[in-house]
């Protein structure tokens, strides 16, 4: 049975764009539809394209994807925001990206450093302010491994160098010191800011001989890429790994550190959690160093037993019968407990989830587990291939919205009135005070893990807390009042 009829909602689709100008609503209806899964393979949404401007889009910069996704969360690189202070929103926040060690000793994840640019930094430039805060950074602290520096938007406007700087006090400092050209108005989205993120990776970490750890690689290593430990998750699906009997030479970026960035190419196997942020480097490891890699998702029983199969079969039987018993006798208890707990209590309950990166497809397989419908679905900075990816995972008739505005978030809460609302933080306020439960779906509210066997627990407890919370009957819309 369908979440939603496909005409009345393709009438809502149409209800909503006749709000918008001509113009805005020729380009809008490209970014929506309805898809029926099994009717047509293919969605055919527009998506990567730029947003309209004066349309309120959700979407983040190139800086965050580049800084706030991959390179901020290796642990042991000094991190510079090359800019104003007030420029780059990340250069004074984290995504919650959980690492061991000595903070400001051995690891550096939570600490923000900033060139904080001046306007006769503007004028002038930059280049001799740079090379003095690499100095300066080097001198406080000497444990580093590297720094990496990540350009807001005034650094490609002026021209500054920062690439020879690099060079330059690389050399000097003998350690790598990587410029990433992410300014914020590069590209349609942080879509872009993940593809720089990624080449600066080849081209100063890989392509510079960079030490890794290993030296010798054993028959059942494996690279965990593109997982950024929101709130643990990393360690989680590296338990599952190492419970299989695989040995996990790199956990990139999140707890990583510069010597397991060049572990990967050590690898038998690439295991890529988020598709869209490192497709990139896995395919280039791929081309230079002939390791294959191979999408997983640990959300949820039925992904968690699905790609255990998927890795082991990489392996040999040793590994693949390790794994059957391990799901047998270990892992389908434990989970199934989890789903007799909750499953009564969420069965049949509607979410609408909009977020970025690989989320959506991700966790709707999740939710299903949990015997909760999906009304809609979309991305802020999705590609054609992470849409064709999310078909498999819909089987009911679901709208599907890229690029969504936050004038069509209010609409679309306001006409499907769903029991939960998954998205980014920008979204969290203006949902909640509508009265509509709420989870941040980008760093899991301050809770998590949610990958994982405990993840998938605490996944559940805490959408049980959203869906089924008394508070929300009692809230009332100021802008109702």
């Known amino acids: 049975m369908s979440v939603v009829d496909k005409e009345q909602s393709q009438a809502l689709i149409e209800e909503i764009l006749q709000e918008y100008p001509e113009k805005a609503l020729k380009s809008r209806k490209k970014h929506m539809t309805v898809v029926e899964p099994g009717a047509d393979e293919k969605c055919g949404v527009s998506s990567n394209r730029k947003s309209i401007p004066g349309v309120m889009t959700i979407r983040g910069c190139a800086y965050a994807g580049s800084k706030g996704v991959v390179w901020g969360p290796v642990k042991d690189m000094l991190t510079i925001s090359h800019g104003p202070v007030g420029c780059g929103q990340y250069s004074w926040a984290t995504r919650r990206n959980y690492y061991t060690g000595i903070t400001g000793v051995d690891s550096f994840g939570a600490m923000q450093i900033t060139s904080d640019f001046q306007e006769r930094d503007i004028v002038f430039g930059g280049d001799k302010k740079l090379e003095k805060l690499v100095d300066e950074l080097e001198e406080m602290f000497p444990l580093s491994r590297g720094i990496s520096i990540q350009s807001e938007c005034p650094i490609g406007l002026i021209g500054d160098d920062i690439e020879a700087v690099s060079r330059k006090k690389a050399e000097e400092i003998g350690k790598p010191v990587v410029p990433v050209r992410c300014e914020g108005f590069r590209g349609v989205s942080q879509s872009l800011g993940h593809h720089i993120a990624n080449d600066a990776l080849r081209d100063w970490?890989?392509?510079?001989?960079?030490?890794?750890?290993?030296?010798?690689?054993?028959?059942?290593?494996?690279?965990?890429?593109?997982?950024?430990?929101?709130?643990g998750d990393a360690w989680s699906s590296r338990r599952i790994l190492e419970e299989m009997g695989l040995n996990v030479i790199s956990q990139s970026t999140g707890d990583s550190t510069v010597a397991e960035l060049a572990n990967t190419a050590k690898a038998k196997l690439v295991l890529l959690h988020c598709y869209?942020?490192?497709?990139?480097?896995?395919?280039?490891?791929?081309?230079?160093?002939?390791?294959?890699?191979?999408?997983?998702?640990?959300?949820?029983?039925?992904?968690?037993?699905?790609?255990?199969?998927?890795?082991?079969?990489?392996f040999d039987e040793s590994i693949q019968k390790r794994t059957e018993e391990l799901i047998e006798n270990k892992y389908k208890p434990l989970l199934q407990s989890v789903v007799d707990k909750y499953k009564s209590r969420l069965e049949g309950k509607k979410v609408m989830l909009y977020v970025g990166g690989l989320r959506p497809r991700h966790t709707i397989p999740c939710f299903k587990d949990l015997g909760v419908e999906v009304m809609l679905t979309g991305y802020e900075f999705g590609h054609g291939d992470d849409y064709q990816r999310t078909m498999e995972y819909l089987d009911d008739t679901t709208i599907v919205v890229d690029d969504m505005s936050e004038f069509e978030m209010?609409?679309?809460?306001?006409?499907?009135?769903?029991?939960?609302?998954?998205?980014?933080?920008?979204?969290?306020?203006?949902?909640?005070?509508?009265?509509?439960?709420?989870?941040?779906?980008?760093?899991?509210?301050y809770s998590g893990p949610y990958h994982g066997i405990e993840g998938f627990a605490i996944f559940a407890r805490d959408m049980d807390m959203a869906i089924n919370g008394q508070v929300w009957k009692h809230i009332k819309a100021p802008w109702k009042s």
């Not at 890989?206 to 030296?215: G, L, T, W």
């Not at 497709?279 to 002939?290: D, G, Q, W």
Request: hydrophobic share 35%; aromatic share 16%.
């Open 276 to 314: 869209r942020s490192m497709n990139y480097i896995a395919r280039y490891l791929e081309e230079k160093h002939s390791v294959p890699w191979t999408e997983f998702n640990f959300f949820g029983p039925t992904q968690i037993f699905k790609s255990m199969r998927k890795i082991a079969s990489y």
């Open 205 to 231: 970490i890989y392509e510079k001989d960079v030490p890794a750890s290993v030296q010798e690689a054993g028959p059942y290593d494996v690279a965990l890429m593109a997982d950024y430990n929101i709130g």
């Open 410 to 445: 209010e609409k679309f809460l306001s006409k499907l009135k769903p029991d939960l609302f998954g998205s980014g933080v920008k979204e969290k306020y203006q949902c909640q005070k509508a009265g509509v439960p709420f989870r941040q779906m980008h760093s899991w509210d």
